[in-house]
């Protein structure tokens, strides 16, 4: 497994093999999380205890969802993780992945005045990174997408909260984005 630091705080780790591996040996969760595994995409994510997770599909992108509230119940949620592995992306629109990623942190960083962090971009192992924080309709967003063009995808998180909820509810999210696991099949 190879840790790269891609922002203060979080740590990506990326493995690049052959095809999707099974679900790896990861690593001690920390205390009040654990591992949700994200089979179709080979993706590990950090799961607070008694939050939900619900999977979707539309086309080719799926869609993971680690949340507090209950999505079957409620129809949606205020706050939780959103995972869009969107592959193909560059092809379809003329471009890389990487460069998807980074429009889209300039198009979600428009309004300046709701701009609360801008992550530069960086490198984690094989793929780059792109993120930024932005206030919305009364909740925060924070999106970090981590764009592999050598497979033209695009792993999108997005962690939002209510504004007036978002300290309590980023001391998890925080946790959450630290550590993903995501195994990048080589080209």
């Given at each position: 497994?190879?840790?790269c630091?891609?922002?203060?705080?979080?740590?990506?780790?990326?493995?690049?093999?052959?095809?999707?591996?099974?679900?790896?040996?990861?690593?001690?969760?920390?205390?009040?999380?654990?591992?949700?595994?994200?089979?179709?995409v080979?993706?590990?994510?950090?799961?607070?205890?008694q939050?939900?997770?619900?999977?979707?599909?539309?086309?080719?992108?799926?869609?993971?969802?680690?949340?507090?509230e209950?999505?079957?119940?409620t129809?949606?949620?205020?706050?939780?993780?959103?995972?869009?592995?969107?592959?193909?992306?560059?092809?379809?629109?003329?471009?890389?992945?990487?460069?998807?990623?980074k429009?889209?942190?300039?198009e979600?960083?428009?309004?300046?005045?709701?701009?609360?962090?801008?992550?530069?971009?960086?490198?984690?192992?094989?793929?780059?990174?792109?993120?930024?924080?932005?206030?919305?309709?009364?909740?925060?967003?924070?999106n970090?997408?981590?764009?592999?063009?050598?497979?033209?995808?695009?792993?999108?998180?997005?962690?939002?909260?209510?504004?007036?909820?978002w300290?309590?509810?980023?001391?998890?999210?925080?946790?959450?984005l630290r550590?993903?696991?995501i195994?990048?099949?080589?080209?």
């Open positions: 497994m190879l840790n630091k891609t922002w203060i705080p979080i740590i990506v780790s990326l493995v690049a093999t052959v095809a999707h591996a099974e679900k790896p040996n990861l690593p001690s969760p920390p205390t009040g999380f654990e591992w949700q595994w994200c089979e179709d080979s993706v590990g994510i950090l799961k607070p205890h939050w939900h997770y619900k999977t979707a599909r539309k086309n080719a992108t799926r869609g993971y969802f680690i949340t507090q209950n999505i079957e119940d129809g949606g949620f205020n706050t939780g993780l959103s995972l869009n592995v969107i592959p193909g992306v560059g092809m379809k629109r003329g471009g890389t992945a990487s460069e998807f990623a429009l889209f942190i300039q979600a960083t428009k309004e300046k005045e709701s701009v609360l962090l801008v992550i530069p971009p960086n490198q984690a192992g094989p793929a780059q990174t792109f993120g930024c924080r932005i206030k919305k309709d009364g909740s925060v967003i924070h970090f997408l981590i764009a592999d063009d050598a497979n033209d995808v695009v792993y999108m998180f997005i962690y939002e909260s209510p504004e007036q909820d300290e309590e509810a980023w001391s998890k999210g925080q946790t959450m550590k993903l696991y195994d990048l099949p080589e080209q």
